[in-house]
Nanobody, 117 residues
């Protein structure tokens, strides 16, 4: 199977930065999409940012200009650089990977990001 290992969560002060990473390992033929989602208590899980194999990216309006998603295809790793963090960014952040051949998806376990005042 495929495993997603997340790192980089934790506590950060408002206005600060945090860098997340997610490395996929196991039986991988080809990765189509890599993405980050987040879920705050009592809210649904929403897309934060995604990046596809050709490098095209998509961001939630709430994080545009502050977050940057990137990927290292050779290492099957996706990153999320989070700058100018706000209190409302506090959530559990989940890594997501969609593979090709055959098409299937995997979720990371989720890691808490807490932004304090």
């Amino acid at each position: 199977q495929v495993q997603l290992v997340e790192s980089g969560g934790g506590l950060v002060q408002a206005g600060g930065s945090l860098r997340r990473s997610c490395a996929a390992s196991g039986r991988i033929s080809s990765i189509n999409t890599m993405a980050w989602y987040r879920q705050a208590p009592g809210k649904q899980r929403d897309l934060v940012a995604s990046i596809i194999s050709n490098g095209n990216t998509n961001y939630a309006d709430s994080v545009k200009g502050r977050f940057t998603i990137s990927r290292d295809n050779a290492k099957n790793t996706v990153f999320l650089q989070m700058n100018s963090l706000k209190l409302e960014d506090t959530a559990v952040y989940y890594c997501y990977v969609r593979l090709n051949f055959p098409s299937r998806s995997y979720w990371g376990q989720g890691t808490q990001v807490t932004v304090s005042s």
